[in-house]
């Protein structure tokens, strides 16, 4: 049975790293926060081996998405290193990486491949130091005559219609669910980093619009709530504000899973 699955090990302004494989092959979105041995052993339990993974494919350059860490995972497992041209000039430097050291394949705007899966980056609107080009994905997997979706959405500020068409058809979402505007403004209304993060009523409205543009009936039926803010969000009751946010539009088919700042989520598997 042809299956994609999907576990978030590590989401948080600290570490991100997500795991999307099939039977055959198999990709790591960002990898950081998560240190050698912990890694191993998040993929020991999900039964995903080293060898599977066919590429780290890295969203933009913030120490929360790629770090010191990233280069050794890469380098003991031989994985390559997917990452833009201008983010890689930054984390290079940064980090002092000699080219020969890691495989490191630099992807454009345009869809890319990693064995059975297709890579289709997107932009997103994202700022702050080391930066670079900050990109979003969605992952196709292509099975006899059935498509499987994944999105991946983090680090954006806003969401606009482009990315909305995208992300239409995906089974599988992962969208960052940074803050709550009210308690972002009120704990800390001096403070620019919240603002290049996506907002909770954000995310509502683009879950809406993703599932009404959406032909599959199954488009979002697996929701990871990413890159959650400890100190500007509620993690208890985010579930349900959201849940609340799209049940308006009669959307109640979304099973909405909250991401970890140190441990891993479950495995979603799309079938
Ligand atoms: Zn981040
Ligand atoms: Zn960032």
């Known amino acids: 049975m042809a299956y994609l699955k999907v576990c978030v090990l590590r989401s948080s302004s600290s570490g991100n ?12 979105i960002d990898c950081a926060g998560i240190d050698l041995e912990e890694i191993e052993e998040d993929l020991r339990d999900i039964e995903l081996y080293p060898s599977q993974i066919n590429g780290i494919v890295i ?5 929360d998405h790629i770090c010191k860490n990233t280069f050794k995972i890469a380098g003991r497992y031989d994985i390559p290193i997917y990452i ?9 430097k940064r980090y002092r990486v000699k080219d020969h050291q890691f495989e490191i394949i630099h992807h454009t705007e345009r869809p890319f491949i990693i064995n059975e899966l297709k890579i289709m980056p997107f932009k997103t609107f994202h700022g702050g130091g080391y930066v670079g080009k900050p990109f979003g994905f969605c992952i196709e997997y292509k099975h006899e005559d059935s498509y499987r979706k994944v999105g991946f959405l983090t680090d954006t500020s806003k969401v606009i219609d482009s990315m909305i068409r995208m992300l239409h058809d995906c089974q599988c979402l992962i969208i960052e669910c940074n803050h709550d505007t009210e308690l ?9 980093t919240w603002r290049e993060h996506l907002n909770n009523e954000a995310v ?8 009404n543009g959406s032909t599959d009936s199954l488009a979002l039926k697996h929701v990871f709530l990413a890159h959650i803010s400890e100190r500007h969000n509620e993690s208890g009751t985010l579930i349900n504000r959201i849940s609340d946010g799209i049940r308006k539009e009669n959307i109640t088919d979304c099973n909405l899973i909250l991401t970890h700042r140190a441990k891993r989520t479950q495995i979603k598997e799309i079938l």
Do not use: F, M
């Open 17 to 28: 790293c997500t795991a999307i494989w099939t039977a055959k092959s198999g990709i790591l």
């Open 184 to 192: 972002a403004q009120e704990r800390s209304p001096n403070q620019s």
């Open 204 to 211: 509502a409205e683009a879950l809406i619009k993703i599932k």
């Open 84 to 92: 833009h041209h201008d983010t890689y000039q930054i984390v290079k």
């Open 59 to 63: 969203t933009h350059g913030h120490e």
